[in-house]
């Protein structure tokens, strides 16, 4: 429990710290030739996904074993079941080159720090759940088209109690698989659904 905790207190002072250096000297790096440079964004992505992974390691505690190697390239499809706040960093350090944009909650993209920024940053597909809006739909699959990254969508829509699969919200994956041809890749984590909420660390 004392670990836990000590990795909590950990992210709690770094993530405030690495928001401001993502927004004074990554964002505008990453656009200093007017245009997004991947190699920065996929560089910068990679070492939030490290330093997450390293202080569930090494100050929680945690054993992670190897992770599966996917492709990144574009018409990757990733589908992922969503067990705890680790899915993100360990879908990141899956993919073997750029980084993995993944469908969001809009809410997310706002007052959370360095997590809001980095949404907007790396333009990940943002909605609202339970409003499978047509306008909504039409906006996840253009983005599905025309996304030079992989896609990664949790059909789940929310983490889950007790580690089982839950029931898919299908209108957003449908409407991304008919969007354009795709590599899909089924990721599956198991093991972390004890540490789904804050308060379980």
Not at 10 to 32: G, M
Not at 41 to 68: C, E, F, N
Not at 100 to 108: L, S
Not at 115 to 124: F, K, M, P
């Amino acid at each position: 429990m004392i670990r836990g905790w000590a990795a909590l207190a950990t992210v709690a002072v770094t993530f405030p710290a690495l928001d401001l250096v993502q927004r004074v000297a990554i964002a505008p790096w990453s656009r200093r030739r007017g245009y997004p440079d991947q190699e920065v964004l996929t560089r910068w992505k990679g070492t939030l996904a490290d330093l997450s992974l390293g202080v569930v390691r090494g100050i929680g505690g945690a054993t992670i074993r190897d992770l599966p190697r996917i492709p990144g390239h574009a018409g990757t499809l990733i589908v992922m079941n969503h067990q705890s706040l680790l899915d993100i960093p360990l879908l990141v350090k899956s993919v073997t080159h750029g980084y993995p944009r993944f469908v969001t909650r809009r809410r997310y993209a706002k007052g959370i720090p360095l997590i809001s920024h980095l949404l907007r940053l790396y333009g990940h597909p943002l909605v609202d759940p339970g409003r499978g809006t047509a306008e909504q739909l039409t906006e996840l699959a253009e983005t599905a088209r025309t996304s030079e990254q992989p896609i990664a969508i949790f059909p789940e829509g929310t983490r889950t109690r007790d580690g089982r699969i839950g029931r898919f919200q299908r209108a957003g994956l449908r409407a991304m698989l008919g969007a354009r041809d795709w590599d899909v890749y089924v990721l599956v984590g198991d093991g972390m659904w004890q540490c789904a909420r804050i308060d379980d660390f």
